[in-house]
Each structure stands twice: as C-alpha cells, then as structure tokens.
C-alpha cells in the first residue's frame, strides 16, 4: 500500500512530528536524486550526440578533401551515402544477411561510406582529372588509391587508444570496394562472400553513382539504361541478391538521384 513507518498509541506528539519529518526529508532526497539522474541521463545523451556530430563533419571534412581534387564528382559522396542506407535496409530481412545488417550496423555503414575514395587523396591531379582514357600505368596508379584509403584509416585506428566501429566499417570500404562477385575487380581479387558485404554494398551504390553522373569523361546515362547495366552485372561484378534488391527498388534509387543531382554547368 506505500507505508513506510508506524507509529505505535499512546500517540506522543513530538515522535509523530520527528517521524513524519524524517519522512518528508527522505522524500525530499528521493526527489533531488530522481532529477539529478535525469539531468546526468540527459547530459550523456547530449554529450553523445555532440559527439556524434563531430564525428560526422570529421568524416564528411575527410571526404570532401579527396573530393575537392576530383571536383566533377558534387554530390556524389550524398548520394552514394544514401543508396547504402537504402540497399542495407532493404536487405536486413533478407535471410543471408540478416545476422550482420542491424540498425547499428547500418548506421555505422552509412556514417562510414563518404571515406570510401578517400585515397584518391594521393592521386597525382594528372590522372585524377585527366579527361580521357587512362592508360594503363595510368590506371595502374589509378587503382592504388584503394589501398591508400585504408591504409591511411588503417593508420588512424592504429592511433586509437580503444576500438571504433566505424573505422573498421570504412577500412573494408575503402580497400574493397572495387573487388567484383566474379574474382575480376582490385586491389585483391576477392570473389563472392570473401568480399566484406560492406564493400559489396558500396560497390554497387559507386557504380550506380558512376553511371547515372555526369564526369570529366561522359555524360550521365539515362536511368533506363544503367539499370540495364546493373543487371547484367549481375553474378559478375555485383552479389546476385544486392541486383535483385536493387532492381526490385530501382524507382527508389532514382528518387535519390534526382533530389541530389548535380548542378549543370552553364
């Protein structure tokens, strides 16, 4: 019923004032703490988001730098970010990948895909911006910014003093991401499931990315047409079941073209 004492007849004045006041003072300490808890409760969250919107301007600083040296590509890092989340969350009922793609997961895979080219940093401007065809040391050269990418996130977990998800998250993207299904893609020949889904999913969004925007090199395909393309990826360079989520969504894909197109030059 809620009591918390007694009080035994004959009934003596100043222990019934000495009871009910130790009582009010509990009850005032009670109060005190239960908001002190929710102000600590509070603060936390605060402090966490703080932090984590640190940690996204550092990520997107990071990756407007590589950026900035390949300036045809906007708003690709927007819009590649957005087609992870959307591949990911369509596939986190799909029975193969439904142990590894979580929520938390996925947000880690989001926040960590705009470092995916962020080797390209080391790029001589040469190739990076070279408007034709690269030759074939040129993409050789072209090809180590894989490598760079993870290497240098590689350096920054080393520096750590404890582990952060994200960048083991953003390691795998930027060395694998240009790995195909086949055993055909770079740096390391992986094929099937030995190429860390997080890669297999950024694979797909670059490449839709890629088709669909305008370059130094080529206009940006129709919709049509790089659906097209994707699909015939498919078992080749793309997981099979990333192709089939992707054309069973493909309106939604484009949706998120479209919001976040490039501007025309004039």
Request: proline fraction near 5%; aromatic fraction near 8%.
């Amino acid at each position: 019923m809620g009591a918390v004492d007694y009080i035994t007849k004959p009934i003596i004045p100043p222990i019934v004032l000495a009871r009910v006041r130790t009582q009010l003072e509990l009850k005032q300490a009670r109060d005190r703490l239960c908001h002190q808890n929710s102000y600590l409760e509070a603060e936390v969250s605060r402090r966490m988001a703080e932090n984590e919107a640190i940690q996204e301007v550092s990520i997107r600083a990071l990756a407007y730098l590589a950026e900035i040296r390949d300036p045809e590509t906007g708003l690709h890092i927007l819009r590649t970010q957005r087609y992870v989340r959307l591949l990911a969350t369509l596939l986190k009922t799909h029975p193969r990948f439904c142990a590894t793609l979580s929520d938390a997961y996925i947000d880690t895979l989001a926040r960590s895909a705009p470092l995916h080219d962020i080797g390209k940093v080391g790029i001589p401007d040469a190739i990076l911006r070279k408007p034709g065809k690269l030759t074939a040391e040129e993409w050789t050269i072209m090809q180590t910014h894989a490598h760079l990418g993870s290497e240098a996130i590689a350096k920054a977990e080393r520096d750590s003093h404890y582990a952060v998800g994200f960048l083991t998250v953003a390691k795998e993207i930027a060395h694998w991401h240009h790995e195909k299904w086949d055993g055909s893609g770079y740096p390391d020949g992986l094929s099937g499931n030995a190429i860390p889904l997080s890669a297999r999913i950024m694979a797909l969004a670059d490449v839709v990315d890629a088709l669909s925007s305008r370059r130094i090199y080529k206009q940006a395909m129709p919709f049509a047409e790089v659906r097209s393309i994707i699909a015939a990826g498919r078992g080749q360079h793309f997981d099979p079941d990333l192709v089939d989520t992707y054309l069973a969504n493909f309106a939604e894909f484009c949706a998120i073209a479209q919001q976040y197109q490039d501007l025309q030059p004039d």
